[in-house]
């Protein structure tokens, strides 16, 4: 499973790139890899209020709907129109296809997060 | 979890190991799509060992089977295979099945691996000592080799000519690779194909002859998942979501296997009265018009009044759109009719068309 340096990852196999006080959010290498063919992505709305651990979207795959969980609170301020007609992006590229950007109300949240090396002995726990 | 004798085998193709109904099964090889698409073009193997095997032998046999179930089995000749619905007296479904009929006094069940101790003691609770019932399921294996090159494949293996199986029909003791099996032209896909019943003993290198002659075939594994979408497609209906205990066969459009015209059978009664009275909800298929995946549970609605009930949903890869199978209404029940999909509390638009949503390919 590719882990990315750079990034931060949650315990839901989520993965945020931060660039400046906006974090892009999307799910792993290893969150893809385990449900398989995704077929359907529904997105935030932008402008919408999220809580920490609240639900940003969906992800479906052909047997399932999973929420995509936001490890951070803030406002959607981007939304990554092109995973509605293409969701197979998230499994052929799932560092590059980012669900969603929130801009971050209070960037400590971030310091809950894992790095990559945290988040390799987190998946190594899992299996 | 139970173990098919072929669950090493699964390890070692790379299967993802889910608990189906208590059984370990690869839920899938590679991926979904890719295995779906393999046997609508090439041809897959399954592993369905899951599957229970009753054999039900006697003089009584044939009086007995014909009561038990909806189908008319009078008319079926030896080495027939017969698709009915066995009821409950109030016309709810205890199963469906397939019966393997060897000659008036020996029949052999194929039924629901999660329904098989369900149908021996339901079967069983109806015996006399005119016929005996035996749960065989141990003792086979059952792979399903599904596609249209699926006949090519499985001649390699045999002196038996194929295409003298016809659909429906089966052979006993034919010899695959030196192994012998049961050879039925039957499946769950909506392709030409065969199911396969083997010793459990035979079943590791059986598969592994028939995974090694379809290597030019294009043939692949292909595990649970596509197995679903590949009878969703075709709707075939699935035990637990469009038949159960409290739905009957008329309502999931499996009327022509329920001969009401037939001497007597458990439920003819409550199904009789049924067709009198007409059906007050009914299977339908359904694309959706808005953005969404329809799955199973799912509440329908008709300007905000509850109409029905999704029984299965998926994204369809062959029609590459989104589709589902649901009980409506009766009068909601025709031919583009929109309705509404509850999904996450909004109600989306789908609207309901004709079944099933892939045309079969069978060869008849």
């Given at each position: ?127 | ?77 030896d080495f ?20 393997y009929?060897f000659?008036?006094?020996e029949?052999l ?31 086979y ?17 045999t002196d038996t000519?194929?295409?003298?199986i016809?659909?429906?029909?089966f052979k006993p003791q034919v010899d695959i690779g030196g192994i012998k099996a049961l050879v039925s ?11 396969i019943y083997a010793s459990?003993?035979d079943?590791?290198?059986l ?158």
């Amino acid at each position: 499973m590719k882990v990315l340096e750079g990034l931060k990852y949650s315990k839901d196999h989520e993965w945020v790139r931060v660039e400046g006080n906006k974090a892009y959010l999307g799910i792993t290498d290893y969150a893809q890899s385990a449900m398989g063919n995704i077929v359907f992505v529904e997105l935030p709305e932008e402008g919408a209020e999220v809580g920490e651990g609240e639900s940003i979207g969906v992800v479906e795959s052909v047997k399932s709907a999973s929420d995509l969980y936001s490890p951070l609170s803030g406002v959607v301020v981007e939304i990554n129109e092109e995973l509605e007609d293409m969701p197979e992006k998230i499994n052929q590229e799932p560092y590059e296809s980012w669900i969603a950007a929130v801009e971050l109300n209070n960037a400590e949240e971030l310091d809950n997060l894992m790095g990559a090396d945290d988040y390799i002995k987190f998946l190594e726990g899992e299996a | 979890m139970k173990k098919t004798p072929l669950y090493d085998l699964h390890r070692q193709y790379g299967g993802r190991i889910i608990d189906f109904g208590g059984w370990a099964l690869p839920v899938q090889y590679s991926d979904i799509l890719e295995e779906h698409h393999k046997v609508r073009t090439a041809a897959g193997l399954f592993d369905v060992s899951h599957m229970g095997e009753i054999t039900v032998k006697g003089p009584g046999a044939e009086v007995f089977v014909q009561k038990m179930v909806t189908n008319d089995i009078l008319k079926a000749e030896d080495f027939q295979v017969v698709y009915s619905p066995m009821c409950y007296p109030d016309g709810g479904v205890v199963d469906d099945l397939l019966l393997y009929k060897f000659n008036k006094e020996e029949y052999l069940l194929v039924v629901n691996g999660v329904n098989t101790d369900k149908d021996f003691q339901w079967l069983g609770e109806h015996a006399h000592d005119q016929v005996e019932i035996k749960n065989v399921s141990s003792e086979y294996a059952q792979l399903a080799l599904q596609g249209p090159k699926a006949e090519h494949v499985l001649q390699k293996l045999t002196d038996t000519a194929l295409t003298e199986i016809k659909f429906f029909r089966f052979k006993p003791q034919v010899d695959i690779g030196g192994i012998k099996a049961l050879v039925s032209r039957t499946g769950y896909t909506g392709e030409d194909g065969f199911e396969i019943y083997a010793s459990s003993e035979d079943a590791s290198v059986l598969w592994e002859k028939i995974m090694e002659a379809g290597i030019d075939a294009g043939l692949a594994p292909a595990g649970l998942g596509a197995r679903d979408t590949l009878r969703f497609e075709a709707a075939l209906p699935l035990y637990g979501q469009e038949l159960s205990r409290d739905l009957s066969p008329l309502e999931a459009r499996l009327g022509w296997t329920v001969k009401l015209d037939k001497e007597d059978f458990i439920g003819k009664a409550a199904l009789t009265a049924q067709k009198a009275q007409g059906l007050r909800r009914t299977l339908v298929g359904f694309e959706m018009i808005d953005r969404g995946v329809p799955r199973s549970h799912y509440k329908i609605e008709k300007e905000g009044e509850e109409i029905g009930f999704v029984t299965t949903g998926s994204f369809s890869p062959s029609l590459n759109k989104n589709i589902g199978l649901a009980f409506v209404d009766s009068v909601y029940a025709a031919e583009g009719m929109e309705i509404d999909i509850v999904i996450r509390k909004k109600a989306l638009k789908a609207r309901v068309i004709g079944l099933p949503f892939y045309r079969k390919r069978y060869r008849k």
